[in-house]
């Protein structure tokens, strides 16, 4: 009997301390999960019903269209097309050229040379600049007769007004934006170079593989799962520019840098279309779901030793 009430006591004090753990590992985790519902799921659930409605910002009114917003996008709206292509331009310029760009300053900032702290202080700084002030700068110097121009003809060449010819605004913008961030992705490459043992680069001189020949052999392997990480991210946050856009460009000249968030922002806000911004920003968000799910796929080919 007394044996019974023992075991019994043993496994109330089991019960007790494991409701006990449970609580305090929900009230660990309330904040993330209350963070999430408010701002990710609830303005989710909210831009999906907003898709289905003809919503007027400035009078209110709210007219139930079912899926006549996405007809309507798909069939009758002449930017669209438009703006979709400008977004896939951007993106396919910014990205090799960003991802490149980062991975040379990165190897030649890793480099035992004198002062260089602060070469790595100036690729870094347009990380933290206010875009307001770099575009600003930049439009300066894409105007048609100084800043890079003025360059240009010191040595015969006739630039471009670059921000105002359609052919040349798109350029320039991935130009200014490659610029602003590629201190950011150089900085997580450095950080990553600096976990290669640097034994394996010794032995591969020691058998007569010249700097490019490591690179492409060692470096490059070792860095694949941070190069999948970056590309990861810089993808995602090309499909995501405004500001500079907005600053630079206003999407101009003749809708050649209008792309699809610059496109929400005018539909929602200069117009006052926000149930059709939301059917753009659903396919957005679509974009970027099966983008992220793509690489997340074909990873285990493209990463080094990756599980």
Same mark, same amino acid.
């Given at each position: /009997?007394l ?6 006591g043993?496994?109330?004090?089991k019960?007790t ?5 449970a609580? /305090? ?17 609830g303005?989710?659930v ?9 919503r ?5 009114a709210v ?6 917003n ?9 930017f ?8 896939? $331009?951007?993106?396919a310029g ?10 040379v300053?990165a190897?030649?900032l890793t ?10 202080t100036?690729?870094?700084a ?13 439009r ?7 800043g ?7 040595i015969g060449?006739d ?10 605004? /798109? ?5 200014a ?9 150089t ?6 170079l ?5 034994d394996f680069?010794d032995?591969?001189? $020691? ?10 052999h ?5 860095l694949?799962?941070?190069?999948m990480?970056?590309?990861m991210?810089t ?12 600053? /630079? ?7 050649a ?7 929400i ?7 006052f ?5 939301s ?29």
């Amino acid at each position: /009997m007394l044996g019974t009430r023992a075991l019994s006591g043993r496994v109330s004090n089991k019960l007790t301390l494991s409701w006990r753990d449970a609580f /305090m590992g929900y009230a660990f985790v309330a904040p993330q999960i209350l963070g999430f519902l408010l701002l990710i799921l609830g303005p989710l659930v909210a831009v999906i019903i907003f898709s289905t409605q003809d919503r007027n910002l400035l009078s209110g009114a709210v007219t139930n269209v079912g899926l006549e917003n996405y007809r309507f996008m798909l069939h009758d709206d002449p930017f669209f097309t438009k703006v979709l292509g400008n977004t896939l $331009v951007f993106s396919a310029g910014l990205v090799p050229f960003n991802l490149a760009l980062a991975l040379v300053l990165a190897l030649l900032l890793t480099q035992p040379v004198r002062g260089i702290v602060i070469f790595r202080t100036l690729f870094f700084a347009p990380v933290i600049t206010s875009t307001v002030a770099w575009a600003v700068v930049w439009r300066f110097l894409f105007q048609g007769e100084a800043g890079i121009n003025s360059f240009l003809a010191l040595i015969g060449i006739d630039g471009p007004n670059w921000l105002r010819e359609p052919h040349w605004a /798109m350029a320039a913008v991935i130009f200014a934006q490659v610029i602003k961030n590629v201190g950011l992705n150089t900085l997580i490459f450095m950080a990553a170079l600096q976990n290669i043992p640097k034994d394996f680069s010794d032995a591969a001189s $020691v058998d007569g593989a010249n700097l490019l020949q490591r690179v492409r052999h060692i470096t490059i392997p070792l860095l694949s799962p941070t190069i999948m990480l970056v590309l990861m991210l810089t993808l995602i946050g090309s499909l995501k520019v405004f500001d500079l856009i907005m600053l /630079m460009t206003n999407g101009g000249p003749a809708n050649a840098t209008n792309v699809l968030v610059y496109y929400i922002y005018f539909r929602a806000f200069q117009v006052f279309q926000t149930g059709y911004a939301s059917a753009l920003a659903l396919i957005l968000f679509g974009a970027a779901l099966v983008i992220t799910v793509a690489q997340w796929a074909v990873r285990r080919r493209l990463v080094y030793n990756e599980r």
